[in-house]
């Protein structure tokens, strides 16, 4: 059955340093798709950054990068020079294949702390 | 555009009462979805709808119905509701695409905070 894990409740960063939040999931199809989305304690989902299974390149947003290793099944979002504004939850989702855009699956999330 | 709507933003019921949910979009997607979120978890889908008229269940269904007469609206019923229905209440829509290939993000709404008595 498919799955997303996120090992990490919590984790601190210090302001401008970057830090990697882990994503590992399970899925028996070729075909599907990774996203990371941060939720500030505001409430709202906010879309980050998106990779797809058949994808070679590392997906890259801004200071957002997915390092993606597909043997591995684990797809890692790296926040570069983090900002205090960057504190809050943070899911990685994976959304199965073929004509789809349903049945996306989320982690549980990681609570990021950037400290000043 | 504003995007992805929710009505309420904010509802305490009951238990046994009923209320409806409702979402609306005005970026004319065909797929939309309702996921709740409880604390200490990511979200979950209740159920979707990939066009008018169409709706199927997700991955918690039980306790909750759903519509889609309009493309532009989904609507989340709760016949009677329990405590275990506490939750903050997502609604999204995207358009179709291939999972894999396709960049088809889900837009979500701004959540519907729902308490159960």
């Known amino acids: 059955a498919q799955k997303i894990t996120q090992t990490q409740p919590g984790m601190f960063v210090q302001e401008k340093e970057a830090v990697t939040l882990d994503c590992t999931y399970d899925?028996?199809?070729?075909?599907?798709?990774l996203f990371w989305y941060k939720q500030p304690s505001s409430g709202e989902m906010i879309f980050l950054i998106y990779?797809?299974?058949?994808?070679?390149q590392n997906a890259t947003e801004g200071r957002y990068s997915l390092n993606f290793q597909k043997a591995r099944k684990s797809a890692n979002l790296v926040i570069s020079a983090s900002q205090l504004g960057d504190s809050a939850m943070y899911f990685c989702?994976?959304?199965?294949?073929?004509?789809?855009?349903?049945?996306?699956?989320f982690g549980a999330g990681t609570r990021l702390f950037v400290k000043a | 555009n504003a995007g992805v709507t929710q009505t309420p933003k904010f509802r305490v019921l009951k238990t046994g009462q009923s209320m409806t949910l409702l979402c609306a979009q005005d970026?004319?997607?065909?797929?939309m979805y309702w996921y709740r979120q409880d604390p200490g978890m990511g979200l979950r889908l209740i159920h979707y709808?990939?066009?008018?008229?169409?709706?199927a269940k997700g991955e918690v269904p039980d306790g909750y119905n759903v519509s889609r007469l309009k493309k532009q609206n989904f609507l989340l019923g709760l016949e009677s509701a329990a405590p275990s229905q506490t939750s903050v209440y997502f609604c999204?829509?995207?358009?179709?695409?291939?999972?894999?290939?396709?960049?088809?993000?889900?837009?979500f709404g701004p959540g519907t905070r729902l308490t159960v008595l």
């Open positions: 709808s990939v066009g008018e008229g169409t709706t």
């Open positions: 989702a994976m959304r199965e294949g073929g004509t789809g855009g349903f049945k996306t699956i």
């Open positions: 970026m004319n997607h065909e797929y």
């Open positions: 999204a829509s995207s358009v179709p695409g291939l999972a894999e290939s396709s960049y088809n993000e889900q837009f």
């Open positions: 990779q797809g299974s058949y994808d070679e």
């Open positions: 899925t028996s199809d070729q075909s599907y798709g």
